[in-house]
């Protein structure tokens, strides 16, 4: 991207409809698509503009971004909750974009500032499990979510044992001064 461009889009206005799709959230960045709309970063989470439901922070599981020139791909991953405290991985969502702009860089700080904690454990048959702790918007507390590497290991009582050991642990070591 040109400088010029970087510029109008760190400093200027977003597009109508990024802002209007935004509502009452704050627009941090956006990209367009090479599919026409554009991927934008809020306040409140990341969207896909005009068709795209609000993906909020706390729950992006991955985002990827693989530059290409001036755009690139971002591949999206929701967390998706399966039983209170357990959360999956969901299918990753692809947004090609010929123009970035800030938007790789707001989305990577976005999604780390959500995560307070993360320990990942092996599991007694292979794989493992993911701990993590988040900020989540308008609670006060940490929010404590297990991923497991292998979705069938939800179902192994072994494997959720440990899990749930390994999570009581985690919880009652956290450090809630952070």
Same mark, same amino acid.
């Given at each position: 991207?040109?400088?010029?461009?970087?510029?109008?889009?760190? !400093?200027?206005?977003?597009?109508?409809?990024?802002?209007?799709?935004?509502?009452?959230? #704050?627009?941090?960045?956006?990209?367009?698509?090479?599919?026409?709309?554009?991927?934008?970063? %809020?306040?409140?989470?990341?969207?896909?503009?005009? #068709?795209?439901?609000?993906?909020?922070?706390?729950? /992006?599981?991955?985002?990827?971004?693989?530059? @290409?020139? %001036?755009?690139?791909? !971002?591949?999206? %991953?929701?967390? /998706?909750?399966?039983?209170?405290?357990?959360?999956?991985?969901?299918?990753?969502?692809?947004?090609?974009? &010929?123009? @970035?702009?800030?938007?790789?860089?707001?989305?990577?700080?976005?999604? &780390?500032?959500?995560? /307070?904690?993360?320990?990942?454990?092996?599991?007694? @048959?292979?794989?493992?499990?993911?701990?993590?702790? *988040?900020?989540?918007?308008?609670?006060?507390?940490?929010?404590?979510?297990?991923? !497991? &590497?292998?979705?069938?290991?939800? #179902?192994?009582?072994? @494997? *959720?044992?440990?899990?749930?050991?390994?999570?009581?642990?985690?919880? &009652?070591?956290?450090?809630? %001064?952070?």
């Amino acid at each position: 991207m040109n400088p010029f461009r970087r510029l109008a889009q760190r !400093f200027g206005r977003p597009p109508g409809p990024v802002a209007e799709a935004a509502g009452d959230d #704050d627009v941090l960045a956006w990209g367009a698509r090479r599919d026409g709309g554009w991927l934008v970063a %809020t306040s409140a989470g990341l969207r896909a503009v005009p #068709d795209g439901e609000l993906l909020p922070w706390h729950l /992006v599981g991955h985002a990827r971004w693989a530059a @290409a020139e %001036t755009g690139g791909t !971002f591949a999206v %991953t929701p967390l /998706v909750e399966v039983e209170p405290g357990v959360q999956t991985r969901g299918p990753a969502t692809r947004h090609v974009l &010929d123009d @970035a702009g800030e938007l790789p860089a707001v989305v990577r700080r976005r999604v &780390d500032q959500t995560v /307070v904690a993360s320990k990942r454990h092996p599991l007694p @048959a292979g794989g493992g499990v993911l701990l993590v702790a *988040r900020r989540v918007p308008g609670q006060a507390a940490r929010e404590w979510t297990v991923v !497991f &590497d292998d979705d069938a290991d939800r #179902d192994d009582p072994a @494997a *959720r044992e440990v899990a749930r050991q390994r999570l009581a642990e985690a919880v &009652d070591g956290e450090d809630t %001064t952070r």
